[in-house]
C-alpha cells in the first residue's frame, strides 16, 4: 500500500502539510505553528467556508479560546501572506460567519514509497546522511485504550518536529519519513540506521482517570543510549497547555544535551578528525566556560570549523561570542576592534542563514557592546520570533528590557528563560538580570538576594560578582558588600565607567540607582 503527500501552491507560496512548513519562493518561512495550522486548515479547505467553531475545534483542539487570541492569529496569518484585513486578497472574512481562503490553489500529490517496513529491510530505506546533528520523532504509542489520545500521540511530536527545525543547528527528518516507524517497541538503532540519523525522540501517551500521562526519552541512535527522559502528568482537560509544556522542555533539554553530547564524542577523536562541526560543538563546551584561556581555544574550534565549511552559520555565531566576551569581560586593549570583529562574525553569521536564532542572538549582543539598548532588543525579539522557546534569546530579551527601564518585564522574560532551561550554561546571567531588575525597581531585598545566588552560579563572572556587591550596598550589608568588592578586585580592577560601559543603562531612574551604588562603593 502507497501513502500520498499533498503540496499546496498559491501565488508565490508552498504548503507542505507533511513538512508542516511554509515556503515563500522555495524558502521555508518562520510561522507560529497555531499561526501556520490556521493557514493549512483555510488553504486545504478553500472550497469552503471555516466557521470559528471548526478553527477552534482544529487549531486550538476544542479549547477556550478567547476572541483576542483569534483576531491576532488571522492577522498574524495575513502578514505571513502579505495580506491584511482591508485587502483580503488571500484570507477572507464572512462576517458573523467564519474564514474562507480566497487565494487560487494547485494542488500536488506526491507518491511516498510503500509505509509497510519490517525492521530488517530498514537499512534500505533512502534518506541522506547530514553530517550536523540530525534527529527524528517517531509518533508516540498510546498505553491502554485508544480514543482522544490517538491525536495526542500524532500532534505532540508533529509540533516537536516543527520546532526543533527551527533550532537550526540539526538535522530534523520530515513528519512523513519519521512517521513510517513507531515508538512501540522501537529498535532505536535499526531505526536511526534506515532514516540515517544520530538521535530519536519516542515517547507514550497513557490516561489514568482524569489525568494524563506523556513519557518522553531522547537516545543516542548509534548506540540505543538514553540521554535523557522526562515524565509529564497533568489533567486531561488541560492536554493543551500541557502540550506547550512539554514542547518547551524538550526543546530546552535538546538545545543543551545534544551540543554536550556531541562535545563528549568529539573529545575521543583525534583533532586531525575533526569535522566542522565537531569542532563547532568542541567549541561550545569551551566556550561556556567563560574563562580567558577557554574563550580562546574555542575561538580556535569555531575558526576551525568556518576553514572547512565557509557558509558554517552557527560557528560564525561563536566566533562572534568569544570577541563579544573578548571586549565585554576580558579587559582587550583593543576593545574596538574585537567588538568590530564581533559584529561583522554575527553579520556573516545572518549571511549564511538569516532564519537562525543564534546568529541574531549574536547580532544583538554586538548592538549591547555598542551601547544601543533599543537596537540589541530588535535582535534578540527577532531572534525568539524564529525560535519561541530559546532559552539564551529569551534571557538576552530580559536583559536588554530590563536596562532600557522595563524592569517588570525584563524579570518575566527572565522567569520564562529560566523555566526554558533551568540548567543554562548562562544560569548566572539569567539570575543576574533578575537581580537588576528588583535592585532598580526598588525590591532591594530580593534584587540581592537573586545577586547572591547569580554571583554563586557556576560561571560568574566580576561584573557579576559585582553586581552582588552592589546588592549588599542596598540593603545596608557593608560586610557583604566589602566582599564581593575584593573578589571582583581579585579578577581585575573595577570601575564604575566599565560597568556602565558593560551595562549600558538607559538614562533615568534605574540608570540613577546603579550610579549611585557605584559612587558609594568609591568606584
Not at 383 to 400: E, F, I, R
Not at 407 to 425: C, H, K, Q, R
Request: aromatic content about 8%; overall charge negative.
Amino acid at each position: 500500500m502507497q501513502s500520498d503527500v499533498v503540496l499546496y501552491r498559491f501565488d508565490r507560496f508552498e504548503l507542505d502539510p507533511a513538512r508542516f512548513e511554509l515556503r515563500a519562493d522555495g524558502v521555508a518561512v518562520a510561522v507560529e505553528p497555531q499561526v501556520l495550522s490556521l493557514i493549512l486548515l483555510l488553504v486545504a479547505n478553500s472550497e469552503r467556508m471555516i466557521d470559528k467553531d471548526e478553527i477552534i475545534e482544529k487549531v486550538w483542539d476544542g479549547r477556550v479560546i478567547s476572541e483576542t487570541a483569534i483576531t491576532s492569529r488571522i492577522k498574524s496569518a495575513r502578514q505571513v501572506l502579505g495580506d491584511d484585513g482591508k485587502a483580503q486578497r488571500f484570507i477572507k472574512t464572512v462576517h458573523g460567519r467564519g474564514l474562507r481562503f480566497v487565494g487560487h490553489v494547485e494542488t500536488e500529490v506526491r507518491r511516498l514509497a510503500p509505509a509497510a517496513v519490517q525492521t530488517a529491510d530498514l537499512t534500505e530505506q533512502v534518506v541522506a546522511a547530514p553530517k550536523r546533528p540530525s534527529i527524528a520523532v517517531l509518533p508516540f504509542r498510546v498505553v491502554g485504550e485508544q480514543g482522544q489520545m490517538d491525536f495526542v500521540a500524532q500532534a505532540l511530536p508533529g509540533e516537536l518536529i516543527t520546532d526543533l527545525a527551527r533550532l537550526r543547528y540539526l538535522f530534523v527528518i520530515a513528519r512523513g519519513s519519521s512517521f513510517r516507524f513507531s515508538s512501540e517497541s522501537a529498535d532505536v538503532v535499526a531505526i536511526g540506521q534506515a532514516l540515517k540519523v544520530g538521535y530519536l525522540i519516542t515517547g507514550s501517551v497513557e490516561s489514568i482517570g482524569a489525568e494524563v500521562v506523556i513519557r518522553v526519552e531522547l537516545s543516542d541512535a548509534r548506540t540505543a543510549g538514553v540521554i535523557w527522559n522526562e515524565r509529564y502528568r497533568g489533567a486531561a482537560s488541560e492536554i493543551g497547555d500541557l502540550r506547550e509544556t512539554i514542547v518547551a522542555g524538550v526543546l530546552a533539554n535538546i538545545e543543551r544535551r545534544i551540543p554536550m553530547h556531541e562535545a563528549t564524542r568529539a573529545r575521543r577523536m583525534p583533532e586531525t578528525q575533526l569535522d566542522a562541526w565537531a569542532a563547532y560543538h568542541l567549541g561550545l563546551d569551551h566556550m561556556f566556560r567563560f574563562n580567558h584561556q577557554d574563550n580562546r581555544r574555542a575561538a580556535e574550534l569555531f575558526a576551525r570549523a568556518v576553514a572547512q565549511d565557509p557558509h558554517f552559520a552557527r560557528a560564525y555565531g561563536g566566533l562572534s561570542f568569544t570577541h563579544f566576551q573578548n571586549a565585554f569581560l576580558y579587559g582587550a586593549s583593543d576593545r574596538e576592534a574585537q567588538i568590530d570583529a564581533a559584529k561583522e562574525k554575527a553579520e556573516q553569521a545572518v549571511r549564511c542563514d538569516a532564519l537562525d536564532p543564534f546568529a541574531h542572538f549574536n547580532v544583538g549582543r554586538t548592538h549591547w557592546l555598542e551601547g544601543d539598548v533599543t537596537a540589541s532588543l530588535g535582535s534578540f525579539e527577532h531572534s525568539t520570533m524564529l525560535s519561541p522557546n530559546y532559552a539564551q534569546g529569551v534571557y538576552a530579551k530580559a536583559w536588554a528590557r530590563t536596562l532600557a527601564g522595563d524592569s517588570a518585564g525584563g524579570d518575566g522574560d527572565a522567569v520564562l528563560a529560566l523555566e526554558l532551561s533551568p540548567l543554562d550554561p548562562m544560569r548566572f546571567a539569567m539570575v543576574g538580570t533578575r537581580a537588576f531588575a528588583h535592585l532598580t525597581s526598588g525590591d532591594v531585598e530580593q534584587g540581592s538576594i537573586y545577586a547572591d545566588q547569580a554571583a554563586n552560579t557556576p560561571g560568574a563572572h566580576r561584573h557579576i560578582m559585582l553586581i552582588a556587591a552592589i546588592g549588599a550596598h542596598l540593603t545596608g550589608d557593608r560586610e557583604k558588600a566589602a566582599m564581593w568588592l575584593a573578589r571582583s578586585r581579585s579578577v581585575a580592577e573595577p570601575s564604575s565607567e566599565e560597568f556602565l560601559r558593560a551595562f549600558p543603562f538607559a538614562e533615568g531612574p534605574a540608570r540613577e540607582v546603579i550610579v549611585r551604588a557605584l559612587a558609594d562603593l568609591k568606584l
